[in-house]
């Protein structure tokens, strides 16, 4: 083997040769067969030649490192550039691949939205776009920000406040009503052109176009008053009063009225941050970080995976997207997202000027939650150590396993299992366990179903054959296990562990409550074969995070535990209504998917189903209306 190819597998370099030189998308695989890398290329054999046909030496940290770890690879053509990029982003999803930049945050932005086809519309929060002709609003960097702006509209505006089902069922209006908060059209007779005139006002509002709307509205205050309808005029008064107000209290960033959204990228150490400003009609209306693992990518790479992975997820795309540097593929993906919001999008890397200005304002913003989070992590980091000392742990303990039991009067028991990450919690690694053999309050039977359930995976057994311990990676076997108990419950532990195997992969503690009759100040951590508890009087920061662990994985089954009882308590009111057997009990749990959506039905809708009457729909909805109010 030559000194360019040094290092390289010969298969790799056989399929290499044979690479096809057509656009495509390219999946780097490891010894196990996971993939680990997922990559586009014009030209697929010029793009692998980047990997396979150079001294290692001469390739950067992130090629280096991954080269060592394929074992495999595969190709995928594509007629066109684009195409292979969305295919790499859906591969990219589906994967999840080690090496690639994944923004793991999956929520939607919540928006306003107001269906202007109604007669009567509302403002509603929402977090999905539809195309259904209704106007949308947003997106919002937070539910706070979307439920404060509500309220600043029905503060402000006199539209209707319930929701649709409870409008058209009304009897007599609400107490919005009484308080001059909304015209009550669902009980009284509201002229369809003057609410349809506050909608206006709420949209214009909205768009940000309130110094606009403040004219309008003042000039329709004099004309009242001009007509001595002083009663209207000074309704129209406190309006404009309320509004201006809220523009107080606006950032306005730019002058020119434009959506955006600004977007920079600060990396330091290992650690990347990426802020997005929301600009909406000028105004700074929200700000968002994204926190990443550097890895072996550059500040660049990251800032296109997030602005493409992005756009993809939050359907609102304004028609300016400003970034503080220059990314490889900027024209691809203006075409991509003008594709998407079916219009041109522009993204623009500003060199001066006012554009420039917001650029940095994103930037300052990024540093200083970069900034944080290096010195939160350092601390973390401080503290877990203190862990792994005085538990005398031989590994780091980067990832932290708590579990807890929960039930009521024997009913109904569940497990939590919570999963803290170098420190802090990792929601996505978060499980819950029903618990099927357990019988009455019987903590140890809950301990040992769970803990048998966790760690009897066949996954975990394949992983434990094949010895992977080294790659820590690729391993779901926690450093620590928290129970919370004492030494009972970790003696219950540790025999579990061992019927499977095992007892001495991992360390296993207790987190016992203070004893307050006994004198205790503070919470016990136990190891096992050891019968006085470990001392944390000089880490309390340390026992801290465990009992934070503790706390969590309580509220976690709690939680859990109370949406069961709760929905068999909702369904359980099937049971008392005559005419409703288990045939029909399992027809409308199947058609609306729980008591919830069931709730929303009428009584027309309900009697429509196979073998429900008009007297079972009545007796049915009478119910529901019960349990609704």
Known sequence: MTKKTQNINSSLLEKYNSAPSDPGVYLMKDKTGKIIYVGKAINLKKRLASYFAGRLSRHDMKTGVLIKKITDFETIITSTEHEALILESNLIKKYKPKYNVILKDGKNYPCLRIDITE?????????????????????????????????????????????????NNRSRPCLNFQIKACLGPCCNDVDEKEYKKIVKDVVLFLKGKAPKLVKKLNQ????KALNEEFEEAAAIRDTIFAIEKTLEQQVAVSADMLDRDVISCESLKDKAVV??????????????????????????????????????????????VLISENIGDKELLEHDLSLKKGR????????????KRIVEMASNNGKKELKKLVSREAEAKQILETVQRLLHMPSFPERIECFDNSNTSGTDPVSSMVVFINGFP???????????????????ACMTEVLTRRFSEPELKLKSELKLKQDRSDMDFPDL????????????????????????RFQVAGIAKKDLDK?????????????????????QKALFLLQRLRDEAHRFAITFQRKRRSKRAEISILDGINGIGPKKKQLLLEKYHGISNMKQATVEELASLPGITMKIAQNLAEELHKLKN
Do not use: W
């Open 119 to 167: 007669k009567y519309p509302a403002l509603e929060i929402v977090r999905k776009i539809k195309k259904d002709h209704a106007l949308y609003f947003g997106p919002y960097s937070s539910a706070y920000s979307v439920r404060n702006t509500l309220r600043k509209v029905n503060r402000i505006f006199r539209l209707r406040k319930c929701k649709k089902n409870q409008f």
């Open 519 to 539: 004198g205790e100040n503070q919470d016990k951590i136990y190891l096992p074969n050891r019968s006085n508890p470990v001392n944390f009087a000089n880490a």
């Open 220 to 223: 329709e205050m004099q004309e």
């Open 275 to 320: 802020t997005i400003l929301f600009v909406r009609a000028g105004n700074l209306i929200g700000t968002r970080h994204y926190h990443f693992d550097m890895e072996f990518n550059t500040s660049e790479e990251i800032l296109e995976a997030f602005i493409r992975q992005y756009y993809e997820k939050n359907a609102f795309l304004p028609c300016q």
């Open 481 to 504: 296990l928290l129970v919370d108990g004492g030494k009972g419950q970790i003696s219950m532990a540790m025999a579990v562990l061992k019927q499977i195997g095992l007892e001495n």
């Open 426 to 444: 990792d929601k996505s690694k978060y499980r819950k366990y029903i618990l099927k053999d357990v019988k009455g309050q019987d903590d140890y």
């Open 344 to 355: 041109k999008v522009n993204i623009l890397v500003p060199a001066r000027g006012e554009k």
